[in-house]
């Protein structure tokens, strides 16, 4: 039986702990305020970050990982051992980190590394390695496992919306003209992640109601949902006691949303991920 190794990157925002546990590779994308570049890290590490965020007119700017960050971590996995690697990353269309990791595929020109655009993110991306987890500990074969991440990624939604119009604004998301109104008239965006892009799906008045269409998009049938926030862990709670009694079979977490994604949504951030 092959010996796996499973990589992500840390948009997955997946637990310190279980990476550990579980022997996760996890690739960091970057971020900088100014001159001052960090690598974003693990759930619980996130707070300062979005207190600058909240207090300074900058914006910081994201950068996938180089392509040396995953040659090093491909030589790594073979040199401890594993037979082949399978990497899900976050979507194409949101960063280039897939491409950084088929360059450094290509340079090592080693067919036993796999490399799935997930064309998710956040949560999402995050159930997609704990599956691909749960069937290597099953004894499925490389090709099973990547055979099931192509076809469930494309059975997963994702909705996002904001407490405030300014960080759209000035990620470059919407004019300072359209944020101003938006803000006077108290709209609020329902963001989308379809076809591995994010895409404003609707406006409505009000927070509440963006919350409504969003839980209201949840099937009756999903078997797993996250509530992302940003510095928002009491409404996700409330938003959790909804689903719990709309969705008493699903498992229901709330998870932090780090810098790459939650700068473009800013403090108060929410939204759900979720799948059957």
């Known amino acids: 039986m092959s010996k796996i190794k499973i990589i992500t990157d840390s948009t997955s925002y997946i637990n310190k702990e279980y990476v550990e546990a579980n022997h996760v590779s996890v690739i960091p994308l970057n971020y900088s305020f100014g001159d001052v570049g960090e690598k974003e890290g ?13 207090s300074t007119k900058l914006f910081p700017t994201t950068s996938q990982p180089a392509s ?24 194409s269309k949101l960063s280039g ?20 655009d997930s064309e998710q993110a956040a949560s999402n991306l995050r159930f997609l390695v704990q599956d691909a987890l749960n069937m290597v ?10 055979n099931y991440i192509q076809s ?4 997963m939604s994702i909705y ?19 944020s101003a109104i938006g803000s006077v008239l108290n709209i609020k965006p329902i963001i989308e992640l379809k076809e591995g892009e994010l895409k404003l799906l609707e406006k409505v008045r009000g927070k509440n109601k963006a919350i ?5 998009k949840v099937p009756g049938n999903v078997k797993r949902i996250s509530i992302c926030h940003v510095l928002n862990g009491e409404e996700a709670i409330r938003i959790k006691e909804k689903l719990k009694d709309k969705f008493p079979k699903a498992s229901i977490s709330i998870d932090e ?10 403090p108060k951030g929410i939204g759900l991920c979720f799948c059957d």
Request: proline content about 2%; glycine content about 10%.
């Open 42 to 54: 693990f759930p619980g590490e996130f707070n300062s970050f979005f207190k600058k965020l909240s």
């Open 68 to 91: 040396g960050d995953f040659l090093n971590e491909f030589e790594k996995a073979f040199s401890e051992g594993y037979d082949e690697i399978i990497a899900i990353l976050l979507s």
């Open 97 to 116: 980190t897939y491409n950084s990791s088929v360059l450094a595929k290509n340079m090592l020109e080693d067919e036993r590394i796999t490399i799935i």
């Open 137 to 146: 500990k099953e004894g499925k074969t490389k090709k099973e496992i990547v």
């Open 152 to 155: 469930k990624k494309y059975n």
């Open 160 to 178: 996002f919306t904001v407490d405030t119009l300014e960080y759209l604004r000035r990620g470059g998301r919407l004019t300072g003209l359209q």
């Open 212 to 216: 409504k269409g969003i839980v209201d």
């Open 257 to 266: 949303l780090g810098p790459v994604i939650g700068c473009h949504l800013g």
